[in-house]
């Protein structure tokens, strides 16, 4: 996937990985969130950055694997040279970018406040906000919390 693929579109790009806990946390309703926006015009695209050499779990062979699992229908591509997520400076998974129609960055944050231990449930409230602004041809709000989640793990 390019964002060739996008032109045009509003784009989400996910960096996620398969054993953060933050992630496993999320998963269920970033699938939901891309069952919702797609057929409304998103694209989306998940990647997953961390050295598969130290981290065995996060290697494409069993990236296949979670995304059935997880129900993303999206594509979930592996960036073997880490060079995708520096270029977009990616820090954690999860990690957020939501794009306009013009490829302008528009949204840079959480899913929402939920965290795999303070019990407050998953909702993707942030980025629906956000997703529904870009949709709309709206501002996207300027109060955007960043990502909490387990750091890229990066060659040494």
């Known amino acids: ?26 998963r269920a309703q970033v699938a939901a969130i891309a069952r919702e926006y797609q057929p409304k015009g998103l694209a989306i695209a998940a990647i997953s950055s961390n050295d598969e050499k130290s981290h065995p779990a996060d290697g494409p062979a069993l ?12 594509p979930y591509l592996f960036d073997a040279t880490q060079s995708v997520a520096k270029s977009f ?10 794009y306009d129609r013009a490829h302008q960055l528009s949204y840079r944050g959480q899913l929402d406040d939920s965290r795999p231990s303070n ?15 870009v949709l709309s041809g709206s501002s996207v709000s300027q109060r955007q919390q960043p990502s909490v989640g387990c750091s890229i793990k990066w060659r040494v």
């Open 1 to 26: 996937m390019s964002n060739r693929d996008a032109k045009g579109r509003p784009l989400l790009v996910l960096f996620l990985c398969n054993h953060c806990p933050f992630v496993k946390h999320i």
């Open 63 to 74: 990236m296949v694997t979670e995304a059935c699992e997880a129900g993303y229908c999206f």
């Open 89 to 98: 400076d990616a820090q954690c998974t999860p990690d957020v970018f939501l």
């Open 119 to 133: 019990g407050i449930a998953v909702t993707g409230g942030d980025l629906r906000a956000a997703i529904e602004a």
